[in-house]
């Protein structure tokens, strides 16, 4: 079948049914030829082939809004909507994103790429299109991962009260990226048992409708099941049973490795580069040899197992000191203030990106209460994840500012385990602490970090002093060394804490450096920097704050945007020796 005739969902229609089976299979191995090579998500893509297939041959996109959950299964829907050379030219597979784009395509209606929030999408898309008296159809697509997040039963309860028409399509894998977690995994094992005649159901206890699709990998069975729900005059769930990773062995066998993959040999499974132990993983055994000594010690990690490097041979040997709740960031949040408050150490493992879903809790829960909880935000920084929709560079300024918080940014691997640890005796108030994954930065590494925003001196000179918060202590060293070139001998600082100011050292090297500069791996409004250099006014020291604008970015290289945001030791330098002879 030549796919790359399929410009847009019309095309997909002009196909006879009997021959979709087969149009599945062509797309599949499209899919998997361009994922292999370009790595990308894979089980969640491969299992909801079919329905999107069927999504597209009864519904009229895009008109008929079809609104994807954390966009993880739109590979489908961008190849039948426009972008199929994307997944069959290799020269292309870099022309879309790996999520819901609305630049990309007009069947594309929001970015998305956090979960629990397409029923709520859908739900305000319906209530817009019926106060101007118009219709159409909208799908919400929303997993069972994704409905154990508060904000999914929060759409769902509205839209059940709203009325009019909304299809929420309910892929059902039995997987989050992980297995899932929570009591109501119960009902919905039992509503497949049953063909989804089962008395306890979700969704009719909200007051919703229902239908269930027992195989929801046969394109045919779906296509008459959405036929049956097209325009619709009230909401309905069509619960569709679906296969994570249908149509390739290996995804299917081992759902959890196979929700998102690099590069990979499509014959073998195997990736094309392999990696060995990281800080996750000796995190993971750090923790798990202190959890032999001490039984109120608790990881929690909301459905993203892999940061905190609890994968499944350790999440067993951790055994009840190990909690995943869902993808419930609040409910993480506030569950490790309450545990702390009990008595017990919680360490709660959250990507920067997934922080931001908890801010109140942070705030309100956890902060105002005191309690001694230790979060650890994973993949932070510019040179993190690098969608738009998972970038981790705003976490300095969201967390720093919250009083009685703690953020602590390690330097390099040795300081950040002394910093763990310190955090897990310490019994004061809530800590914050950035992973970091360097091997050694030179910096002095204590342990004991009560004396909070305590900076500590790497390097004493004069005249210009630079402070290289976290893992751009090394930076600040590279820009010293380039700077005693040019005869200036520059203090290089530790600042450890990202949230306070060392005003007693700022103080004391006021009195012979005539320069500050601050380096922060994250954006710079309301960051770490622009604090130093409110302290340092006062004092008559000029400070150069350095770190990223307060943007968003999309797919962007590391490297490059470290050019652009003048990162690097020479423009660092050459910045100094500017200023200095201004």
């Known amino acids: 079948m030549n796919l790359s005739s399929i410009k847009g969902p019309a095309d997909l229609k002009k196909i006879p049914r009997a021959e979709l089976p087969a149009l599945c299979d062509e797309m599949r191995k499209a899919m998997l030829k361009r994922t292999a090579a370009h790595g990308g998500h894979v089980g969640s ?11 597209h041959y009864v519904f009229s996109s895009p008109v008929d809004k079809i609104v994807f959950d954390v966009s993880h299964q739109a590979y489908p829907h961008k190849m039948l909507t426009g972008r199929m050379e994307a997944y069959l030219d290799p020269a292309k597979y870099d022309s879309v994103s790996g999520y819901s784009e609305p630049s990309e395509s007009e069947h594309d209606h929001f970015i998305v790429g956090h979960t629990s929030t397409s029923v709520s999408l859908a739900c305000g898309l319906a209530k817009a299109r019926d106060l101007k008296g118009e219709k159409f159809n909208v799908v919400a697509v929303i997993g069972d991962g994704s409905l154990t997040g508060g904000m999914a039963f929060e759409g769902l309860n509205n839209f059940a ?7 929420i399509v309910f892929n059902d894998n039995q997987m989050s990226i992980a297995p899932n977690h929570g009591g109501f995994l119960g ?3 039992r509503l497949r048992e049953t063909k989804g005649a089962d008395s306890c159901n979700y969704f009719r206890a909200l007051g919703l409708d229902y239908m269930y699709v027992d195989d929801g990998n046969d394109v045919n069975a779906l296509i008459d099941a959405f036929g049956k729900v097209k325009d619709i005059d009230h909401p309905i769930v069509v619960h569709v049973n679906t296969e994570k990773g249908h149509g390739y062995r290996f995804a299917v066998e081992d759902k959890e490795t196979w929700h998102w993959s690099m590069p990979w040999n499509i014959e073998t499974g195997k990736p094309l580069m392999e990696f060995g132990e990281n800080v996750h993983d000796r995190t993971a055994e750090h923790l798990l040899a202190m959890m032999k000594d001490d039984p109120m010690l608790v990881v929690i990690n909301a459905a993203v197992p892999s940061f905190g490097g609890f994968k499944p041979g350790r999440r067993a040997r951790a055994g009840k000191q190990f909690v995943d709740p869902g993808i419930c960031e609040e409910h993480a949040c506030a569950f490790a203030s309450a545990l702390a408050k009990g ?3 919680p360490v709660w493992f959250v990507a920067s990106t997934f922080l931001q879903r908890a801010y109140d809790q942070l705030s309100h829960d956890l902060a105002v209460n005191s309690n001694p909880a230790v979060i650890v935000v994973c993949a932070a920084g510019l040179s993190a994840m690098n969608d738009v929709t998972h970038i981790g560079f705003f976490d300095i300024p969201m967390a720093s500012n919250i009083p009685n918080l703690v953020y602590l940014c390690p ?7 002394a910093m763990l640890d310190w955090a ?5 108030r809530p800590v914050v602490i950035r992973m970091c994954g360097a091997k050694e930065s030179g910096a002095k590494v204590e342990s004991d970090y009560s004396a909070t925003g305590s900076f500590s001196v790497t390097r004493r000179g004069s005249k210009v002093a630079i402070f290289g918060l976290g893992n751009f202590h090394a930076l600040a060293m590279e820009t010293a060394e380039l700077l005693g070139k040019d005869g200036i001998e520059a203090t290089v600082v530790n600042p450890r804490f990202a949230g306070d100011v060392d005003e007693v050292l700022l103080k004391e090297l006021s009195k012979d450096h005539a320069l500050f500069v601050t380096l922060e791996d994250g954006v710079v409004a309301g960051g770490f920097g622009q604090k130093v250099a409110a302290a340092a006014s006062s004092l008559g020291v000029r400070t ?5 604008p307060k943007r968003f970015e999309d797919r962007f290289d590391p490297e490059e945007l470290m050019n652009r945001c003048g990162l690097t030791p020479g423009q660092i330098a050459a910045e100094v020796v500017s200023a200095m002879k201004a």
């Open 45 to 55: 893509d491969l299992g909801f082939l079919e329905a999107t297939v069927a999504l």
């Open 161 to 167: 009260e709203q009325g009019g028409n909304g299809i």
């Open 187 to 189: 009902s919905l094992a």
């Open 343 to 345: 008595g017990a150490r």
């Open 411 to 417: 330097t390099c691997e040795r300081e950040y385990f």
């Open 424 to 428: 897990l005796k310490q019994r004061e």
């Open 544 to 548: 150069i704050v350095k770190g990223a």
